[in-house]
């Protein structure tokens, strides 16, 4: 028989189904009435209980949510590594767009578009390679993809000597190759780590994406002034081979098909006119009755051993287009690519600036390509910044919010970090443009990019853990979607950027990009009073369902 608690909530509201609500807290001395929910498999937290949630498995070792801690973390480095050395492969050639553009005897413009070839086909091709993690596994996808990542690295060492078309095609399909980066990574964390500290785990593969971006440029250009393009990408080539290898070893399949308890919430209503309150009852139903053997070592190391049966892959292809329709995943892609606009236009126009006679984002300060690199540094610094704030911090306010709502968590009590994200992104372009408008000492506006880099890793995260949290049963789908939305903003960055700067300065481009973004942090205040109820509507509409895709 299952287990019943019941639970009355003291404010006297009606519990209603909606994705991403939780029973965070059981809250000792008042809150969740008389029954207490110490029954479920939970950890002390000061005066209360700190449920677990999902619920690990009662008697499966091999559940990833049971894992011992060392093992969890070992997973989830070589998933970091991962998305880190993806994240490097993309603005690795920073420092060599002018070298590049004189070497194939074609303008900086169209040197451009090999960047934008990466962003637009990782944007498609992760449509592609996540069905499989759905239905097959989350370990081959990683073995596969940081595989041929490291083949389109010696690709590319090859092409940077020989034609332009080689070089482009090269990074299309290097593209296709990292496209998982950003999608797998968050649902890895899904799978292996509990809500109440999933947003640090989030903040950290954010530093991971970001990190690349900024600390590739920086070391490649050291290499690339010493030994050339092609050196740098053989060297890069090697770090993911040997990834590669780590992963095989010691990085074992973290999607889990097998039974847990559920929590199952259902609405009791007792009409009893002025006195009606509402009760939530909570039944925790037990799905295995018996012990299963753990794995051995050998057996982890199976490439292949999930099938998903319940899951097609026309169902995990069309699900994040579905998701498209959800007003909580739209407003994540919209932060989530904005938020990081600032280092894709960076990037893309570190090395015309500095052969520019006008004020582009390195304005007239000529700087080498090793320099080039150095102010990379920066923006590393602001995203370890971001981290932080954004990841603990960000725990611990939505753990307090959680506490004083009675112990039930809901997805938008990550939201009010926003306003932290928001100042830094305002304080970052505004100095930012105005140091190169008024082309002041290079120190200004490379401080700029600094708090822009803390602002726009604080987006990147909010946008992620929210999201995750609403919709945590579709993560992989969901970061998807979030994947290709931000890849297309960055692919239209790339084809515009440089003319819009060369046309207007970079006063009037950064001043818009940075309204765009303050217009959809302020949404969040709709967002936080409004979230609930679109969840509800959401819940109640059930879209994958009504395409048959559920």
Same mark, same amino acid.
């Given at each position: 028989?299952?287990?019943?608690?019941?639970?009355?909530?003291?404010?006297?509201?009606?519990?209603?189904?909606?994705?991403?609500?939780?029973?965070?807290?059981?809250?000792?001395?008042?809150?969740?009435?008389?029954?207490?929910?110490?029954?479920?498999?939970?950890?002390?937290?000061?005066?209360?209980?700190?449920?677990?949630?999902?619920?690990?498995?009662?008697?499966?070792?091999?559940?990833?949510?049971?894992?011992?801690?060392?093992?969890?973390?070992?997973?989830?480095?070589?998933?970091?590594?991962?998305?880190?050395?993806?994240?490097?492969?993309?603005?690795?050639?920073?420092?060599?767009?002018?070298?590049?553009?004189?070497?194939?005897?074609?303008?900086?413009?169209?040197?451009?578009?090999?960047?934008?070839?990466?962003?637009?086909?990782?944007?498609?091709?992760?449509? +592609?390679? *996540? #069905?499989?993690?759905?239905?097959? %596994?989350? &370990? @081959?996808?990683?073995? !596969?993809?940081?595989?041929?990542?490291?083949?389109?690295?010696?690709?590319?060492?090859?092409?940077?000597?020989?034609?332009?078309?080689?070089?482009?095609?090269?990074?299309?399909?290097?593209?296709?190759?990292?496209?998982?980066?950003?999608?797998?990574?968050?649902?890895?964390?899904?799978?292996?780590?509990?809500?109440?500290?999933?947003?640090?785990?989030?903040?950290?593969?954010?530093?991971?994406?970001?990190?690349?971006?900024?600390?590739?440029?920086?070391?490649?250009?050291?290499?690339?002034?010493?030994?050339?393009?092609?050196?740098?990408?053989?060297?890069?080539?090697?770090?993911?081979?040997?990834?590669?290898?780590?992963?095989? +070893?010691? *990085? #074992?399949?973290?999607?889990?098909? %097998?039974? &847990? @308890?559920?929590?199952? !919430?259902?609405?009791?209503?007792?009409?009893?006119?002025?006195?009606?309150e509402g009760v939530s009852q909570i039944e925790v139903v037990e799905l295995n009755t018996f012990t299963v053997p753990k794995k051995t070592f050998l057996r982890e190391l199976s490439f292949w051993g999930l099938n998903d049966k319940s899951v097609s892959l026309w169902q995990a292809f069309a699900r994040p287009f579905v998701l498209l329709a959800y007003p909580t995943?739209?407003?994540?892609?919209?932060?989530?690519?904005?938020?990081?606009?600032?280092?894709?236009?960076?990037?893309?126009?570190?090395?015309?600036?500095?052969?520019?006679?006008?004020?582009?984002?390195?304005?007239?300060?000529?700087?080498?390509?090793?320099?080039?690199?150095?102010?990379?540094?920066?923006?590393?610094?602001?995203?370890?910044?971001?981290?932080?704030?954004?990841?603990?911090?960000?725990?611990?306010?939505?753990?307090?919010?959680?506490?004083?709502?009675?112990?039930?968590?809901?997805?938008?009590?990550?939201?009010?970090?926003?306003?932290?994200?928001?100042?830094?992104?305002?304080?970052?372009?505004?100095?930012?443009?105005?140091?190169?408008?008024?082309?002041?000492?290079?120190?200004?506006?490379?401080?700029?990019?600094?708090?822009?880099?803390?602002?726009?890793?604080?987006?990147?995260?909010?946008?992620?853990?929210?999201?995750?949290?609403?919709?945590?049963?579709?993560?992989?789908?969901?970061?998807?979607?979030?994947?290709?939305?931000?890849?297309?903003?960055?692919?239209?960055?790339?084809?515009?950027?440089?003319?819009?700067?060369?046309?207007?300065?970079?006063?009037?481009?950064?001043m818009v990009v940075m309204a765009v973004n303050l217009v959809v942090y302020a949404s969040a205040m709709v967002l936080y009073v409004k979230s609930k109820a679109i969840r509800i509507w959401l819940h109640e509409n059930n879209f994958m369902r009504a395409c048959k895709l559920a």
């Amino acid at each position: 028989m299952p287990q019943e608690i019941t639970s009355v909530d003291s404010n006297q509201s009606i519990y209603r189904a909606a994705p991403g609500t939780e029973i965070l807290y059981d809250i000792a001395e008042d809150g969740l009435g008389s029954r207490r929910l110490h029954d479920l498999q939970h950890v002390e937290s000061g005066d209360g209980h700190l449920l677990l949630v999902p619920q690990p498995s009662l008697t499966d070792p091999n559940d990833p949510l049971r894992w011992p801690t060392l093992k969890k973390w070992v997973t989830f480095f070589y998933a970091l590594g991962y998305s880190f050395m993806g994240a490097v492969t993309g603005p690795i050639m920073t420092a060599w767009m002018v070298e590049g553009a004189t070497f194939y005897k074609t303008s900086i413009q169209r040197m451009t578009y090999t960047v934008g070839a990466t962003l637009i086909c990782q944007g498609v091709a992760t449509t +592609l390679w *996540m #069905p499989f993690a759905v239905k097959y %596994g989350r &370990r @081959p996808v990683y073995l !596969f993809s940081n595989t041929l990542m490291g083949v389109g690295c010696i690709w590319l060492a090859i092409a940077s000597k020989t034609t332009y078309t080689s070089f482009l095609v090269g990074r299309a399909f290097l593209g296709v190759f990292e496209a998982p980066i950003e999608s797998i990574v968050p649902s890895t964390i899904t799978d292996i780590f509990f809500l109440h500290d999933r947003g640090a785990k989030v903040s950290y593969y954010g530093l991971s994406i970001l990190g690349g971006n900024e600390l590739g440029p920086m070391l490649s250009a050291l290499i690339i002034q010493s030994l050339g393009m092609a050196w740098t990408f053989y060297i890069v080539a090697t770090f993911i081979f040997a990834l590669s290898i780590g992963q095989f +070893l010691h *990085m #074992p399949e973290t999607m889990y098909l %097998g039974a &847990r @308890p559920t929590l199952d !919430f259902q609405q009791i209503v007792t009409d009893a006119g002025k006195d009606s309150e509402g009760v939530s009852q909570i039944e925790v139903v037990e799905l295995n009755t018996f012990t299963v053997p753990k794995k051995t070592f050998l057996r982890e190391l199976s490439f292949w051993g999930l099938n998903d049966k319940s899951v097609s892959l026309w169902q995990a292809f069309a699900r994040p287009f579905v998701l498209l329709a959800y007003p909580t995943v739209i407003w994540s892609c919209c932060c989530y690519g904005l938020a990081i606009s600032w280092n894709v236009i960076m990037a893309t126009t570190n090395g015309h600036a500095t052969v520019s006679a006008g004020y582009l984002i390195l304005g007239p300060y000529s700087f080498s390509p090793a320099a080039q690199g150095l102010i990379f540094g920066s923006p590393l610094i602001g995203s370890l910044v971001g981290t932080y704030v954004c990841g603990p911090a960000a725990d611990n306010v939505a753990n307090f919010l959680t506490r004083r709502n009675n112990g039930i968590r809901e997805p938008e009590m990550r939201l009010p970090t926003c306003v932290i994200a928001a100042a830094l992104t305002v304080i970052g372009y505004l100095i930012a443009a105005l140091c190169l408008h008024y082309q002041t000492h290079w120190a200004g506006p490379i401080i700029g990019y600094g708090i822009l880099s803390a602002g726009g890793q604080m987006g990147a995260t909010i946008a992620m853990s929210y999201a995750l949290d609403c919709h945590q049963e579709l993560s992989v789908e969901l970061m998807v979607t979030l994947a290709s939305m931000k890849s297309a903003i960055a692919w239209i960055w790339t084809w515009v950027i440089n003319d819009w700067l060369i046309r207007d300065g970079p006063l009037v481009v950064l001043m818009v990009v940075m309204a765009v973004n303050l217009v959809v942090y302020a949404s969040a205040m709709v967002l936080y009073v409004k979230s609930k109820a679109i969840r509800i509507w959401l819940h109640e509409n059930n879209f994958m369902r009504a395409c048959k895709l559920a």
